[in-house]
């Protein structure tokens, strides 16, 4: 059952919620794990033997799984089985409870800084480097970037963008108030002195439109997507696969088998961890 977030709930959720535990000790006993050989499916070789490019990397929550960040629908410790997004990630849920919102985005900004990029987002950042692929995430984390990505594309915005809620001005946070497992009053706009909101999209509001725009070009132009650790189903995110040209091989990477989009050409049934640098490897020695 989702719990919905009280004053007091946040004061004690961490000893109360054996998934909240779990989360923060994944969170301060991060260690990169280190790929394992993994074979890639005959069909998929096939498919990738062959130069690329414009390659692009589509990347969800389970991206950054392997990282000890937690997704929101896989498993039992995803995120909106703990919780209501209806109490956290609306516009709705911000005018009712602000301190209960940003609170809760505090939490998992420290979650995020506290942790280190795994061997898929060092891959994707190779893939980069040797091969100019490009980054489109639903991800907030600022992981890929940290593992040196140098353009990555945030259709869903990021949890160290915030900004007025009023105004829209930027704000520079501090270090994150990591366990804030509690209610926390947010910053006051410099500008108009309203109150700063995470820089995050929230259930009910528009993507931003220059991401959009990019995003939409790039998967238009692209001859091999990568759609890595997501559910594919919040849209308008999850339709951009549908604009990748025939003909261009697109592969998912995924523990979970599912019919996430009839776009998928290839699942590998394996984590980002494993399966990004075994893309990379092939892709290195297509013969
Ligand atoms: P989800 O939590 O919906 O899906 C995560 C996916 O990652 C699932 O399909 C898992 O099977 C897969 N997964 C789990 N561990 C993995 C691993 N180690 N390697 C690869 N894949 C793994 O996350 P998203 O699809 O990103 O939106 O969710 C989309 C949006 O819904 C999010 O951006 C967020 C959420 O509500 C907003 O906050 C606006």
Redesign the pocket.
Known sequence: MKRVLSQSDFDRFAARSPAIARHRMIAVSVTAPSAEPFELPAAVATALARPFRRIVVFS????S??SGIP?????NN?L?KEFD?QDL?TPEAWRRDKETVWGWYEWRRGLVSKAQPNP?HVAVAQLQREFGASVVT???DDLHERAGVTRVIHL?GSLFAARCFACDEPHELGMPQAEAHRRLMPPRCARCDDHVRPG????GESLPEEAVRQASTLMRQCDLLLV???????HP?AGMVNLVPRGAPVIE????A?QRSSRIDHSLQT???IGLPAVLRRLRAPA
């Open positions: 969800g929550a389970g991206m799984a392997d997704t929101f629908r896989s498993g995803g909106w997004p990630a898929g639903q991800n907030v869903h995050v999209v929230w259930f890595v650790g997501t559910s594919g189903v919040v995110a990477i995924n523990p979970q599912g984590t980002a961890a």
